[in-house]
């Protein structure tokens, strides 16, 4: 597909998108594994991540705690982003009120809201306001997208939502 032409303002909210989308059907069987696992990771809870059992079992129990900060490290194309979002899923389908920061949001999810703050200028700007809204907002899960690439003091207001009681992803 074409990519559009993106028009973002000064202040980097996008005001316009001009392009033309090109849409191709294929056969299930074309589809790479690696996206269909990816696909069901996101949205099957019952997946499996790849761990080994002790490992996700960890994992699994450390997302289910009601406070404390749940942090997946790896070098890129490792699968943070495949087991944030099936983590988001499993607390979602279990009830959790669950708030993300994002920049972009790379999978939309159903009954999870979402900031997506775009990739275009001024997006790490937008990050301490957005995530005083998300906070303000009392979720029980909060995803801040790469804490590593926030300033020192959204990376502490986050920090502080955790030890406040609230289970903090990134």
Known sequence: PRIPLRVYASDGQ?????GEERRTFVHIE???????????????????????????QKFIRAARSRSGIVLLTGPCNSGKSTA????LSLLRDEGRKVITVEWPAE?????????????????????????REAVGS???VLLLQNIDWVDDRDAQAAIDFATAGGLLVT
């Open 30 to 56: 074309d589809v790479p594994d690696v996206v269909k696992k990816a696909v069901l990771a996101a949205e099957d809870t019952r997946f499996d991540l790849g761990f080994c059992r002790e490992a996700e």
């Open 14 to 18: 996008l005001i316009g998108e001009f």
């Open 84 to 87: 944030t979002y099936h983590l």
């Open 138 to 140: 009392r979720p029980d």
């Open 107 to 131: 999978w939309k999810l159903r009954g999870v809201k979402q900031h997506d703050l775009g990739g275009g200028p001024g997006a790490y700007d937008r990050v301490g306001s957005c995530l």
